[in-house]
């Protein structure tokens, strides 16, 4: 598993960002995009349909980008996760500790609810009670979820040859990681 310095073995063109619910993958992913300057395929908008109603057309749809040359996108979803990390050259994990992890969620839900601002397909994020009333509410899910990386990322290198995993564990190692991928971008790499 590499770091936020360690020297990547080659210049991936197929990217997975893992990390908890609010951890910032899809900021991440847009920002590797950007350096690689390769698609990023926001993996929410394609598994979400009007009224949050997932699109019968997702798998299908993962398929079909998973099979470009070059993407990047979020390591969601349980009915792609196999089919992205085998697709995948690289996985960058959003591995930070359990109280930051929670904060952003908690922020950014309030924050989406408060301006009423459209996600994907129209949808807005619910009421703030529903936090309570709903269980499958993103804030609580990413309480039960928050542990399930730790015990699934670190095997995906041995069980999917020609994955490199890189575990970043602070906003500071993802903009130092950041920085080192653009460096080695404008080097030539």
């Known amino acids: 598993m590499l770091t936020a310095i360690d020297p990547l073995p080659a210049r991936p063109r197929r990217i997975l960002v893992a990390g908890v619910s609010g951890s910032g993958k899809t900021t991440l992913a847009g920002r590797i995009g950007a350096v690689l300057n390769v698609p990023h395929v ?3 908008s394609l598994f979400h349909g009007p009224d949050w109603t997932p699109r019968e057309s997702f798998v299908q749809d993962v398929a079909a980008f998973t099979g470009a040359p070059g993407w990047v996108t979020e390591r969601q979803y349980r009915q792609v996760r196999q089919l992205l990390a085998q ?3 690289l996985l960058v994990w959003l591995d930070f500790p359990f ?5 952003r969620p ?3 839900t309030v924050r989406r609810r408060l301006r009423r601002q459209e996600l994907w397909n129209g949808n807005i994020e619910p009421a703030f009670h529903t936090i309570f009333t709903d269980p499958g509410h ?3 899910w990413g309480w039960r979820a928050r542990n399930k990386l730790k015990a699934v990322v670190p095997g995906l ?3 999917i040859p020609g994955l490199h ?8 190692d993802v903009d130092a990681w950041v920085d080192n991928l653009q460096l080695a971008v404008t080097s030539g790499w």
């Open 42 to 44: 926001e993996i929410d």
């Open 87 to 89: 697709r995948a050259e």
């Open 99 to 103: 109280p930051f992890s929670m904060w």
């Open 106 to 108: 908690i922020r950014r």
């Open 138 to 140: 993103i804030i609580r």
């Open 157 to 159: 290198e041995q069980e």
């Open 165 to 172: 995993v890189v575990r970043l564990s602070s906003p500071r």
